[in-house]
C-alpha cells in the first residue's frame, strides 16, 4: 500500500503527465511507464499533514493507507481523467486480485459482459448479461467500468458486496476475492470450413496467440474466421497492433496524439494474411484496443464487421510506476483510425447490424456472411 510519501510522489507523477497530454485498463501503451525514484522523498507538505491529523485524531477511524489511496483517486477525478485508476501492480499481463467479472456499459447500467473460469463470480453464479448496481452499498449508477472495476479489485481473501439484477430479479453476493488468471485466446472449428478466434481482452501474448491461432485454423482447411471480440474491453495497444498485422501486408494501423505532440503513427507489422475470408464480430462491449482492430481491419477494407454499435473508447493510457510497486494508468493521448476517424463517444458502426440478446444469432450472421465471402472468392485460404 502506498507510504506516507506516494500520496506526494503520485501528485508529481500526475502533474508530469498532465504536462504531456480507458477487471481494468482500456488502450495502454506498453513499456511506456515512469521508473519509481529511488532519490530522497520532497518534505512532508500539505497532503501528509492532512492525512496524518485525520488518521490521528477523527471522531471514526480511518486507515492511513486507505486516505492516501482516496486522495490518488481523488487527483485522478480532478484531472478529469475518465479512466484514470490506481491499482497494485502494472495490470498489463491481464491477472489481478478481484473476482473475475468484466463489465461494459456506463451511465445507469453496468452490465456483465464475460465471467472468468474458475473465479469468485462463476462459483457463486453471476452470469453474462447480469447487471451490476452496486458495489459494497454504493451505487453503480453514473460511473465508468474502471472506477467500478477499481472497487472489485483488492487483496486475496477480503469480501465484497455485490447487488446484481439477473433480469428483473435482484440477488445480493458477498464474494471473497481471489487471484484471477488473464483470459486466453481461444481457437476452435465451427463447422468444416469456418475457423472461430475469440479474443477476450489484449494483455501480453495476445497478438502472438492469434497469429499462432490463426495458422492452426488454416492447417485445418479453413476457409473463412470468425474473429470475435464480442464484450473484449481492451487492452494493451501494441497486442491490438500485432493482432490486426496478422490479417494485414504492412500499412497504417492507428495513430494516437499526445497533448503537445506529434502524431506516432503505428503500422503492420510483418506479413500477414490478406486472403482468408474475415469478419470481426463486436457488440457495445468491444472497447479501446478491441476498437483499434476492428477500426482498422473496417478502414482498411480487410474484414467485414458484424454486430451492433462498439463501445465507443478512443483515448490511450499509460502505466506510471509507483515506488510501492503500484501503479498509476493515467490517460495520455487520442488514436485516430487509418481513415482519420475517431471512435471517442461514438464507436463503431458495424457493416452488418445484429441486434439481439442472443449471442448465437450473430455469429450465425457472421458465418452467412463468410459463405458469401467464400463464394466471391472461390474458397482461396
Given at each position: 500500500?502506498?507510504?506516507?510519501?506516494?500520496?506526494?510522489?503520485?501528485?508529481?507523477?500526475?502533474?508530469?503527465?498532465?504536462?504531456?497530454?480507458?477487471?481494468?485498463?482500456?488502450?495502454?501503451?506498453?513499456?511506456?511507464?515512469?521508473?519509481?525514484?529511488?532519490?530522497?522523498?520532497?518534505?512532508?507538505?500539505?497532503?501528509?499533514?492532512?492525512?496524518?491529523?485525520?488518521?490521528?485524531?477523527?471522531?471514526?477511524?480511518?486507515?492511513?493507507?486507505?486516505?492516501?489511496?482516496?486522495?490518488?483517486?481523488?487527483?485522478?477525478?480532478?484531472?478529469?481523467?475518465?479512466?484514470?485508476?490506481?491499482?497494485?501492480?502494472?495490470?498489463?499481463?491481464?491477472?489481478?486480485?478481484?473476482?473475475?467479472?468484466?463489465?461494459?456499459?456506463?451511465?445507469?447500467?453496468?452490465?456483465?459482459?464475460?465471467?472468468?473460469?474458475?473465479?469468485?463470480?462463476?462459483?457463486?453464479?453471476?452470469?453474462?448479461?447480469?447487471?451490476?448496481?452496486?458495489?459494497?452499498?454504493?451505487?453503480?449508477?453514473?460511473?465508468?467500468?474502471?472506477?467500478?472495476?477499481?472497487?472489485?479489485?483488492?487483496?486475496?481473501?477480503?469480501?465484497?458486496?455485490?447487488?446484481?439484477?439477473?433480469?428483473?430479479?435482484?440477488?445480493?453476493?458477498?464474494?471473497?476475492?481471489?487471484?484471477?488468471?488473464?483470459?486466453?485466446?481461444?481457437?476452435?472449428?465451427?463447422?468444416?470450413?469456418?475457423?472461430?478466434?475469440?479474443?477476450?481482452?489484449?494483455?501480453?501474448?495476445?497478438?502472438?496467440?492469434?497469429?499462432?491461432?490463426?495458422?492452426?485454423?488454416?492447417?485445418?482447411?479453413?476457409?473463412?474466421?470468425?474473429?470475435?471480440?464480442?464484450?473484449?474491453?481492451?487492452?494493451?495497444?501494441?497486442?491490438?497492433?500485432?493482432?490486426?498485422?496478422?490479417?494485414?501486408?504492412?500499412?497504417?494501423?492507428?495513430?494516437?496524439?499526445?497533448?503537445?505532440?506529434?502524431?506516432?503513427?503505428?503500422?503492420?507489422?510483418?506479413?500477414g494474411n490478406t486472403r482468408v475470408p474475415l469478419v470481426?464480430?463486436?457488440?457495445?462491449?468491444?472497447?479501446?484496443?478491441?476498437?483499434?482492430?476492428?477500426?482498422?481491419?473496417?478502414?482498411?477494407?480487410?474484414?467485414?464487421?458484424?454486430?451492433?454499435?462498439?463501445?465507443?473508447?478512443?483515448?490511450?493510457?499509460?502505466?506510471?510506476?509507483?515506488?510501492?510497486?503500484?501503479?498509476?494508468?493515467?490517460?495520455?493521448?487520442?488514436?485516430?483510425?487509418?481513415?482519420?476517424?475517431?471512435?471517442?463517444?461514438?464507436?463503431?458502426?458495424?457493416?452488418?447490424?445484429?441486434?439481439?440478446?442472443?449471442?448465437?444469432?450473430?455469429?450465425?450472421?457472421?458465418?452467412?456472411v463468410l459463405a458469401g465471402l467464400q463464394a466471391d472468392?472461390?474458397?482461396?485460404g
Amino acid at each position: 500500500m502506498p507510504s506516507r510519501q506516494l500520496i506526494r510522489r503520485a501528485a508529481i507523477s500526475a502533474g508530469a503527465v498532465l504536462a504531456l497530454s480507458g477487471t481494468f485498463v482500456l488502450g495502454v501503451v506498453a513499456g511506456a511507464g515512469s521508473t519509481p525514484d529511488h532519490d530522497s522523498p520532497p518534505p512532508a507538505g500539505v497532503l501528509d499533514d492532512a492525512a496524518d491529523q485525520i488518521a490521528g485524531s477523527s471522531l471514526l477511524p480511518v486507515d492511513r493507507d486507505a486516505l492516501d489511496a482516496a486522495a490518488i483517486k481523488a487527483m485522478l477525478a480532478t484531472a478529469g481523467d475518465q479512466w484514470g485508476s490506481w491499482a497494485e501492480g502494472d495490470g498489463t499481463n491481464g491477472s489481478y486480485a478481484g473476482v473475475g467479472i468484466w463489465l461494459r456499459g456506463t451511465g445507469a447500467s453496468l452490465v456483465i459482459s464475460q465471467v472468468a473460469a474458475d473465479s469468485p463470480a462463476r462459483r457463486a453464479g453471476v452470469q453474462v448479461g447480469d447487471e451490476l448496481t452496486q458495489v459494497d452499498g454504493r451505487s453503480t449508477d453514473g460511473l465508468t467500468p474502471a472506477d467500478v472495476a477499481s472497487a472489485l479489485r483488492g487483496n486475496p481473501g477480503t469480501t465484497v458486496r455485490l447487488a446484481l439484477l439477473h433480469g428483473t430479479r435482484p440477488r445480493v453476493l458477498e464474494l471473497t476475492r481471489a487471484e484471477v488468471p488473464a483470459l486466453e485466446v481461444t481457437v476452435s472449428m465451427i463447422s468444416s470450413t469456418v475457423g472461430r478466434i475469440v479474443v477476450p481482452s489484449f494483455t501480453r501474448g495476445t497478438g502472438r496467440q492469434v497469429r499462432d491461432g490463426l495458422g492452426a485454423l488454416l492447417k485445418q482447411r479453413a476457409q473463412g474466421v470468425v474473429l470475435d471480440l464480442r464484450g473484449d474491453p481492451g487492452g494493451l495497444l501494441t497486442e491490438a497492433v500485432e493482432t490486426a498485422s496478422a490479417f494485414l501486408d504492412g500499412g497504417p494501423i492507428v495513430t494516437y496524439t499526445r497533448r503537445g505532440g506529434s502524431p506516432v503513427h503505428l503500422d503492420a507489422e510483418g506479413e500477414g494474411n490478406t486472403r482468408v475470408p474475415l469478419v470481426v464480430l463486436v457488440d457495445g462491449g468491444t472497447a479501446s484496443a478491441a476498437e483499434v482492430v476492428t477500426g482498422a481491419l473496417q478502414d482498411r477494407g480487410r474484414a467485414v464487421v458484424v454486430g451492433s454499435r462498439t463501445f465507443g473508447k478512443g483515448t490511450v493510457q499509460e502505466p506510471k510506476h509507483l515506488s510501492d510497486g503500484s501503479s498509476l494508468a493515467l490517460t495520455v493521448a487520442r488514436y485516430t483510425l487509418p481513415s482519420g476517424r475517431s471512435v471517442d463517444g461514438v464507436g463503431i458502426e458495424p457493416d452488418i447490424q445484429v441486434v439481439s440478446s442472443d449471442g448465437r444469432e450473430a455469429l450465425s450472421r457472421a458465418r452467412e456472411v463468410l459463405a458469401g465471402l467464400q463464394a466471391d472468392t472461390g474458397g482461396r485460404g
